[in-house]
């Protein structure tokens, strides 16, 4: 019982190791059957642009202070109007798209890469190397949410690449968990005990047999996560620790227009919906990639 | 069982100690940096340099060059033997525990009064997109949840405000003490998990109702609601349990937020006017009591699992 444990409301449908067929055929398939996965792979192509092309696409500079037009409503010359001080918010919230994917997208990486590999490590080897790693893990757990993210930054000071690293540390365990239990279930299948028969070395084990069958529900939960860690990110800037004045990001543009709630509310409902979108196609993503490459549905159906 | 719960309660204490090891490590690290801390706050202000004496002066005062596991001993033992968290830079006739215990009570309330929210918004919701699966009502309610999960909970709060202060001005904007105030961080801090819990005891519910024993009370001529109340939703809700207790974990990280908007005198907002301030004492017991309390509340539903479901033994 305290092995299992449920990090995201609807991993514990990704937990169980099974066969995945992943066959090319049937990811087109699948993928076919469902035009509301298209249309997110391509929203977040789409977000992936805006993101890079940043700076060619926004209209204006997003730090070209103008008094004169502070708290400008919806125009054609400001999409969004602007901000507390005279900002074009279109133009901030562009960046801040690129500010947001780019800290999501790399501590999303570190973290599912760190904690794969401590995750296989732990559950092929078993023994004193599972408990020195899984107690570890227990206790970053044991900090609930961004608790410990928190920690770090009021430590290491704000700045994009703390954030990363702060991110980074507090999310690896949850991937190492889930990669752990998924090896564990499939070690001693038979065709893991033959290639061990064989002779192959450990490392080649892990890496041809056991890593490409146990990877996918932590991909599943990656794709749920970054949805997860933009909030947090959003939180962390919102509360003044995480990302430094200057550089626009939703999380401190919402911190910082909070003063003008009354009087000029668009300074916090567009990143807010900036926020919520990017957040629901992320989430939509990893939900659709869930149940294309979740077998046991169809057995379910079947049975 | 009693076996069972003394080796759980003694795991309980070391990762309690053991977080509180690391959070002490984390933010007493730099010896350096901590003594000018206090430098800035007793001796020459904020924005003033420190000098090197200063430093030293300090830091022979409070010990800072003792090792690094030596200061946390002490801060323990203290913790342990005299209830002494050490003193506040920041609040200096305040005790760091008289702080924490003063912004405790709070926090709890809110962390209450958002769980009913989820309980008695969640189940009923979740029940009844089971019973009308697939139906518009449930396509209405679960296309709401993953809504309410992409929102972040600082700017549903925000909205609240201006919807129902700023605008409708049914409560007020922040503060604490009348029940009016409550209202509104407690449904900013419940939206995201009561989501969670619709999605999961809607899921839980299905998988119950597909079941033989269910099938077999239908034939039995049982009446539906009898089936759902009595027979289906104990199995429905043992995964919920083990839900309530992470989720409980994310409420009381939540309201380190949702605290601060609504100016609400809790843990959370002390923990951030005290990491602006770097009053390091008070955000290390701040992160301690929060994480003791997030484990004792997991503590606490692996215990009652016993209770709720006979069926499940311990080793």
Known sequence: MSEEIIINPDARRVLPARSTDCSKNRLYHEVGKRPGFQICLVLVGLLIVVAIFAPVISPYDPEAISVKDKNLGISSAHLFGTDFLGRDLFSLTIWGARTSLFIASVSVVIALAFGTIIGCLAGYYGGIIDEILSRCVDLLLAFPGIIFALALLAFMGAGILNMIIAITISQWAIYARLMRGQVISIKNLEYVQSARTAGLPDRRIIIRHLFPNAIMPVVILATLDIGHVILSVAGLSFLGLGIPPGIPEWGSMIGAGKEFLRTAPLNIIVPGLAITFVVLIFNFLGEGLRDILDVHKDQVNIG | ?315
């Open chain 2, 1 to 315: 069982m009693h076996h069972y719960l003394i080796k759980r309660f003694a795991f309980l204490l070391l990762t309690i100690l053991a977080a509180s090891a690391l959070a002490y490590l984390m933010l007493h690290a730099v010896p350096g940096e901590t003594a000018e801390n206090v430098a800035r706050h007793t001796i020459v202000g904020i924005e003033d340099a420190v000098s090197e004496e200063t430093k030293a002066e300090i830091s022979a005062k409070y010990n800072l060059n003792d090792p690094i596991w030596v200061q946390y001993s002490n801060w323990l033992s203290g913790l342990i033997f005299h209830g002494n968290l050490g003193s506040s830079y920041v609040y200096k006739n305040t005790s760091v525990f008289t702080l924490v215990s003063l912004a405790l009570g709070p926090t709890i309330i809110l962390a209450i009064a958002s769980m009913l929210i989820v309980i008695i918004a969640g189940i009923p919701l979740g029940m009844y997109c089971a019973v009308h699966e697939n139906r518009p009502s449930d396509l209405i309610i679960r296309g709401a949840t993953i809504l309410s999960i992409s929102f972040p909970s600082f700017w549903l709060a925000l909205m609240l405000i201006l919807v129902f202060s700023l605008t409708l001005d049914w409560f007020p904007v922040s503060g604490y003490g009348t029940p009016a105030n409550i209202v509104l961080p407690a449904i900013a801090l419940s939206l995201h998990p009561t989501a969670v819990v619709i999605r999961i005891v809607r899921t839980s519910m299905l998988e119950t109702l597909g079941q033989q024993y269910i099938t077999f009370a239908i034939a039995k001529g049982l009446s539906w609601g009898h089936i759902l109340w009595n027979h289906a939703i104990k199995n429905a809700l043992i995964p919920v349990l083990t839900l309530l207790g992470v989720y409980f974990g994310h409420l009381l990280a939540g309201t380190v937020i949702i605290e601060n908007i609504f100016a609400w005198p809790g843990i959370g907002n002390l923990l951030i006017t005290s990491v602006d301030a770097r009053d390091i004492p008070v955000v290390t017991s701040c992160i301690v009591v929060i994480v003791a309390m997030f484990l004792i509340v997991n503590f606490l539903v692996d215990v009652s699992y016993h209770f709720i479901d006979p069926r499940i033994r311990y080793e």
